[in-house]
C-alpha cells in the first residue's frame, strides 16, 4: 500500500475507532449515534448510558479537543404586541408534538443558515392579528439538510435547499393543480399553511438556529452546482422563500408583460420585489407609491419611477404626470391592511382600503390587479369595527364597471422559485441588492423587528451560525 494511501486507511480508522468529540464536526442526534455505534460492541451498560446520553443533547458540537459541547437551538419568540425576544427552544424532532407525537418520516430537519425578517412577522409584532405569546416567528427559511426521516428518496444530507413558506403535502387536490398556498392537508382549521405564523397550522417558525420541513421532497428546492457559488449568492437566494415569488407573483397575475405599465403600491421588501419582477417581466415603466422617502430612493435606485402619497393624494394625477395619462396596465397591491390614506392629511390615519380603491382608479379598464399584500380576517387593532373582521369599505363597482380582474391570496411559491432561482444564479437579477438587504445576529433580531418598524429602508436576513457574515 502507498504511504499516502496507508496513511488515509490509519487515518479513517482512527476516526470511526474515536470519540465523535475527537472528529470535529458539528451532527443531529442520529448522525451522532451513527458515528458512535460503528466500530463498537453494543448491548453494554456503558453503550446504553452513551447513546441515551446523546439523544438527551439536542445537537452536538464535537470539539477537537475530545468534548461534545451541546449546540442548543435559539430562535425568535413573539411575547407580546411591540416584543420579540431570542429564546433557547427544543431541537426540531422529526414528530408532530401536537399530534400525539405522530412521526415525520417525509420530513427534514435544517441547520438554518437564512431567515429573513418579513413584514408579515411584523403584523404580528405589532398586536395586529390574534397570534399567541410564545410563537416561534419565521417562514423566510434557507439552509442545509441535516437529517431526513425514512421516507425522504430524493433529498440528501449535505444539501443546500431554500424552504416556500407555504407547506405543502403535494398529494391533495390543490397542490397537483399547483395551488399550494392553500394545501388541504396541513392546517385543521382552513386550507393553507405556513411556519411561524398564526391560524396557520401551527408549525414551529424558522427564525431560529435549527428548523423542521414536513414532506421535505416536495416543498424543498436544492440549489445545484457547486456550494461555494451558491453560499456568495445566498443573500438573493434567501429571497427565493417568500418576497421575491410574493412580488413576481403580484405583477405576474395583474398581468405584467414586455411594454407594460405598472403601479406598485408600497416600496418596502416586497413592493420593491415586486418592481424588481416587473422589470424582469419586461415592463417599460414601473412606478412605486410610498410615503417613505428612503424606500422610494431604493426603488429609484433600479430604475422606477416613484410617487410620494404623503405629499400627493390624487395617484392618477401624478401617474399622468409620468405617463401622459392617469392609468396603468396592471397594478399591484404590496401594502395590505394596515394602509394609510394618502396626501399630507389622509396619511396621518388608517384607511385600510385605501390602496384597493385606489388600484381600481388607476389601473385601465380590463387591467388586473394583483394583491399579495396581506388581509385578514380578525385584525384587533383595526381603526374601525368593521376593519376589526376584516370588512372594508370597497367601492367594487369601479372594478366592475372596468372589467378590471383580481387576483388575491398567498403567493403559491413553487410556481416560481425554480425559475427565479436560475436568474439569480445566472446573473439576471439582483435582488438582494434591490430591496437593499441586510445581514445581522439571530441575537439581534429584535433590533432588527424595531428598526424595521420604524421604516428601515432594509430587508434584514438574520444569520443563525454566522454563515453569512463569514463568507462575507
Known amino acids: 500500500m502507498p504511504p499516502a494511501t496507508a496513511a488515509a486507511s490509519s487515518r479513517s480508522s482512527a476516526?470511526?475507532?474515536?470519540?465523535?468529540?475527537?472528529?470535529?464536526?458539528?451532527?443531529?442526534?442520529?448522525?451522532?449515534?451513527?458515528?458512535?455505534?460503528?466500530?463498537?460492541?453494543?448491548?453494554?451498560?456503558?453503550?446504553?448510558?452513551?447513546?441515551?446520553?446523546?439523544?438527551r443533547a439536542?445537537?452536538?458540537?464535537?470539539?477537537?479537543?475530545?468534548?461534545?459541547?451541546?449546540?442548543?437551538?435559539?430562535?425568535?419568540?413573539?411575547?407580546?404586541?411591540?416584543?420579540?425576544?431570542?429564546?433557547?427552544?427544543?431541537?426540531p424532532k422529526l414528530e408532530l408534538a401536537e399530534q400525539n407525537g405522530r412521526k415525520l418520516q417525509h420530513g427534514a430537519i435544517l441547520k438554518v443558515l437564512a431567515t429573513n425578517i418579513c413584514g408579515s412577522d411584523q403584523h404580528m409584532v405589532r398586536g395586529r392579528t390574534t397570534a399567541p405569546a410564545g410563537l416561534t416567528l419565521g417562514h423566510e427559511i434557507?439552509?442545509?439538510?441535516?437529517?431526513?426521516?425514512?421516507?425522504?428518496?430524493?433529498?440528501?444530507?449535505?444539501?443546500?435547499?431554500?424552504?416556500?413558506?407555504?407547506?405543502?403535502?403535494?398529494?391533495?387536490?390543490?397542490?397537483?393543480?399547483?395551488?399550494?398556498?392553500?394545501?388541504?392537508?396541513?392546517?385543521?382549521?382552513?386550507?393553507?399553511?405556513?411556519?411561524?405564523?398564526?391560524?396557520?397550522?401551527?408549525?414551529?417558525?424558522?427564525?431560529?438556529?435549527?428548523?423542521?420541513?414536513?414532506?421535505?421532497?416536495?416543498?424543498?428546492?436544492?440549489?445545484?452546482?457547486?456550494?461555494?457559488?451558491?453560499?456568495?449568492?445566498?443573500?438573493?437566494?434567501?429571497?427565493?422563500?417568500?418576497?421575491?415569488?410574493?412580488?413576481y407573483h403580484g405583477a405576474y397575475t395583474a398581468g405584467v408583460t414586455t411594454g407594460s405599465t405598472a403601479y406598485v403600491a408600497g416600496a418596502g421588501p416586497v413592493g420593491l420585489a415586486c418592481a424588481t419582477a416587473c422589470l424582469l417581466l419586461g415592463a417599460a415603466v414601473v412606478i412605486v407609491g410610498d410615503m417613505n422617502e428612503q424606500r422610494l430612493a431604493q426603488a429609484r435606485g433600479f430604475g422606477c419611477e416613484t410617487i410620494d402619497l404623503s405629499q400627493h393624494g390624487d395617484v392618477g394625477a401624478q401617474i399622468e404626470q409620468i405617463l401622459g395619462v392617469p392609468e396603468v396596465d396592471a397594478a399591484v397591491d404590496c401594502v395590505g391592511f394596515e394602509a394609510r390614506g394618502q396626501g399630507h392629511e389622509g396619511a396621518q390615519k388608517e384607511q385600510p382600503a385605501t390602496v384597493l380603491n385606489t388600484l381600481m382608479e388607476i389601473t385601465r379598464a380590463a387591467g388586473?390587479?394583483?394583491?399579495?399584500?396581506?388581509?385578514?380576517?380578525?385584525?384587533?387593532?383595526?381603526?374601525?369595527?368593521?376593519?376589526?373582521?376584516?370588512?372594508?369599505?370597497?367601492?367594487?363597482?369601479?372594478?366592475?364597471?372596468?372589467?378590471?380582474?383580481?387576483?388575491?391570496?398567498?403567493?403559491?411559491?413553487?410556481?416560481?422559485?425554480?425559475?427565479?432561482?436560475?436568474?439569480i444564479l445566472y446573473d439576471r437579477v439582483q435582488i438582494a441588492r434591490n430591496v437593499n438587504a441586510s445581514v445581522i445576529p439571530l441575537e439581534q433580531a429584535p433590533e432588527g423587528y424595531a428598526e424595521f418598524d420604524r421604516g428601515a429602508a432594509r430587508k434584514y436576513i438574520l444569520d443563525p451560525h454566522g454563515t453569512l457574515g463569514a463568507a462575507a
Open 15 to 55: 476516526i470511526w475507532a474515536a470519540e465523535p468529540s475527537e472528529i470535529g464536526l458539528t451532527v443531529p442526534n442520529r448522525v451522532w449515534l451513527r458515528l458512535y455505534d460503528r466500530g463498537r460492541p453494543r448491548g453494554t451498560r456503558e453503550h446504553a448510558r452513551a447513546r441515551a446520553a446523546a439523544v
Open 58 to 91: 439536542p445537537a452536538n458540537r464535537l470539539s477537537t479537543e475530545g468534548e461534545v459541547v451541546a449546540d442548543t437551538n435559539r430562535g425568535v419568540v413573539y411575547q407580546a404586541p411591540g416584543e420579540v425576544t431570542v429564546e433557547d427552544l427544543d431541537f
Open 142 to 247: 434557507t439552509g442545509e439538510v441535516i437529517e431526513t426521516g425514512r421516507d425522504v428518496e430524493f433529498v440528501k444530507e449535505g444539501d443546500l435547499v431554500s424552504v416556500p413558506f407555504n407547506i405543502a403535502c403535494g398529494r391533495c387536490r390543490n397542490c397537483k393543480e399547483r395551488h399550494t398556498g392553500v394545501c388541504e392537508n396541513v392546517n385543521r382549521e382552513r386550507p393553507g399553511a405556513a411556519y411561524g405564523y398564526v391560524d396557520m397550522g401551527g408549525w414551529h417558525g424558522g427564525q431560529a438556529r435549527y428548523a423542521v420541513v414536513p414532506y421535505a421532497d416536495f416543498n424543498l428546492l436544492k440549489f445545484p452546482g457547486d456550494r461555494d457559488t451558491v453560499m456568495e449568492k445566498l443573500p438573493d437566494l434567501a429571497m427565493l422563500s417568500d418576497i421575491f415569488p410574493t412580488g
Open 368 to 423: 388586473g390587479v394583483g394583491i399579495p399584500g396581506l388581509y385578514v380576517t380578525g385584525d384587533p387593532g383595526a381603526a374601525d369595527e368593521n376593519a376589526k373582521v376584516g370588512q372594508l369599505g370597497l367601492r367594487i363597482g369601479t372594478g366592475w364597471a372596468k372589467s378590471e380582474y383580481f387576483v388575491t391570496g398567498q403567493c403559491p411559491v413553487m410556481s416560481y422559485n425554480r425559475q427565479l432561482m436560475m436568474a
